[in-house]
């Protein structure tokens, strides 16, 4: 307990039972092994809160890592919705233009058509 060997203690009781005497002997062995339950009982009770001390912090540590990684993973969504949004934008502004470009080739197409059709009318118009 105390880092007293078998020998170091049935030395200190025998000086003790020498210099006490039989009758105080029993007298100082109760005292003394009274005090050293209670002191047990102390160290335990201190022992039992700085468990619970330690645990305590640790379930802390544990919450709020849980509440980081909560905060890490709503952002990390958000930004996700907020690509795809953007990139379901850019698809339909895309098509717009696909459509505008589409529309703009089939006028240009109609002119073309327009302009050959008159083209020859024209020109046989002027050699007659």
């Known amino acids: 307990m105390f ?44 022992q039992r809160t700085l468990n619970a001390e330690v645990a305590e912090e640790e ?6 890592a849980v509440r980081r990684k909560a905060a890490e993973a709503k952002a990390r969504r ?3 919705l907020e690509e795809q949004a953007a990139a379901e934008t850019a698809a339909k502004t895309g098509a717009a233009l696909d459509a505008q470009a589409r529309l703009a080739a089939e006028q240009a197409a109609a002119e073309d058509a327009e302009t050959a059709a008159s083209g020859p009318a024209q020109a046989k118009g ?3």
Not at 17 to 26: S, Y
Not at 59 to 64: A, K, L
């Open 3 to 46: 880092g007293i060997g078998s020998t170091e203690f049935l030395v200190i009781l025998l000086v003790a039972l020498l210099v006490l005497g039989p009758k105080n002997l029993a007298k100082v062995t109760k005292t003394v092994g009274k005090y050293v339950g209670e002191f047990r009982r102390v160290s335990t009770d201190f």
């Open 59 to 64: 379930r802390q540590e544990n919450r709020e």
């Open 78 to 80: 958000a930004r996700q």
């Open 126 to 128: 002027g050699k007659a």
